[in-house]
């Protein structure tokens, strides 16, 4: 089961990080600044490392009106959603939060931008330099949304080493986000007709690769199937966080969409 754990650590991107330095930053929201201006430079391919090889190869490019498609979009949304969107529109998308992985013997973090505190209890920890990888910056987005719209009560009696575990993805082929959402009651699955941007996507290609990811939209063929899948997060092709579109089929480093799961975090936010 170690050998497993290991082997999933170094090829799948899933990282259960229990130590790091300490950010100054005291809560989720004081992680953006007014000028951290997002690029409106849409990035429209992904470099994938194909397993068991040094070489990369780059998914096919689809440009797509990223930004501008989810300021259309956004009133029709989910409350959860909708915030979602909003939160990701204010990351700076201009190489600030790198991508970065750690190997064995470098700093151990959670892949988000800063410390997170979600309702006085820290339950993220950032690094010095503000990188980032996937499983992380999703689980922070996740958390900036419960406390924008008021929602920290929801997660006071859940452990969030175990979230993060579920989140992180406990095995190949797991939903991620997913499992971590309807092991605590706090969102659903949905299916790839269902899917709207905000959601959760747990990407899995055909070599056993995987990425967390916030769902965009989709690109169609001529026929009406999905050609690519379009999403935020962060990776190495883009040099930290910004939108991709990435390819879907049965080429080894292609999206295997029957393995890609889509989680919606349902919380009704407090009457007022």
Sequence with gaps: ??????????????????????ITSPSVSDALTATDTPSSSPVASVETKARNSS??????????????HLLATSATLPTFNRKVVEIILKYPRNGRHA??????GELNYDGCTTDVILGGRPVMKGEPQGRTYCCGLTLEVFYRALEALGLESSFSN????????????????ARGPG??????????KVTPDEALPGDFVQIWRHNKSGHSVIFVGWQYDNEGRRKAIHYWSTQTGTQGINFVSESIG????????EKT????????????
């Excluded at 290991?6 to 130590?19: D, E, K, Q, V």
């Excluded at 991508?99 to 064995?104: C, D, Q, S, T």
């Excluded at 499992?179 to 659903?188: N, S």
């Design 1 to 22: 089961m170690i050998r497993l754990w290991i082997s999933l650590i170094f090829i799948l991107g899933i990282f259960p990080c229990w130590a790091g330095t300490k």
């Design 99 to 104: 991508y970065f992985w750690p190997r064995k």
């Design 179 to 188: 499992d971590a959402l309807e092991a605590y009651h706090l969102g659903r």
């Design 158 to 173: 859940i452990n969030p080493d175990e979230f993060k575990r579920l989140w992180f993805c406990t095995e190949l082929y």
């Design 55 to 68: 070489s990369n190869r780059n998914a096919e490019a689809h440009p797509f009106p990223y930004e501008e």
């Design 250 to 257: 049965p080429a080894d480093s292609m999206v295997w969409l």
């Design 261 to 272: 799961s889509f989680a919606r975090a349902d919380i009704t936010p407090p009457a007022h």
